[in-house]
């Protein structure tokens, strides 16, 4: 996210945070300053991008990386990929988004989830809204960042409806901290009262 991300810190003592990183980018700074920040012990991130070069010795150091991408389906499909520094168009292997939390890392609640998946982003919208894929699947999801890359005018109505759906659920505030090139915007969920307990009053 060049390369701001945001997370509120847990307010109370003896806690674990599990946080998710779609879209590595060869860029661990934001995970390297939460870590140092509330310890080694009390954070747990997991890493998912389809380039291992440049990635998996980086990630490896803060946590546990994952060769592919993540998206709506699990399948063989074409990415926007950063290669050398720049961005190209690859055949890479997707893992859908529940199976990805659920089956492989194996958690169903997440502190934090960095989305930064190079147009992956508009393909998950579905699973944040009220009743989505993710509360069918009984995930909770606190907090996220998501980078909204380059809308054309068909990804412009798409966001539009999300947003629109998001304000209306009335589950995550969402914030605009950053201004740049693409949309950036950091969701924090006020509904569920285990992230409210664990992130904003006990």
Known sequence: MDETKYSILPICGN????????????????????????GNYSVQFFGADPIVEGNDELFSKVGTFFPFAV???????????LLNGNYVEKRVVHVEFIQFLKGIIG?????????????????????FVNGGNLDQEGITVCQFNMEFHLPNAIRK???????????????????????GNHIRLYFVNFMNPDCTKKFISE
Do not use: C
């Open 71 to 81: 998206g709506n389906s699990s399948r063989m499909g074409t990415a926007s990929v």
């Open 157 to 179: 109505h798409q966001f539009k409806k999300f947003i629109t759906r998001i304000f209306n659920d009335q589950r995550y505030a969402f914030f605009r901290p950053v201004r």
């Open 15 to 38: 806690t674990v945070m599990s946080v998710v990183t779609l879209g590595v980018g060869q860029d661990v700074n934001a995970e390297l300053a939460m870590q140092k920040r509330i």
């Open 107 to 127: 958690k169903i609640f997440y502190d934090n989830i960095w989305v930064d998946g190079e147009y992956a982003e508009y393909e998950l919208f579905d699973y």
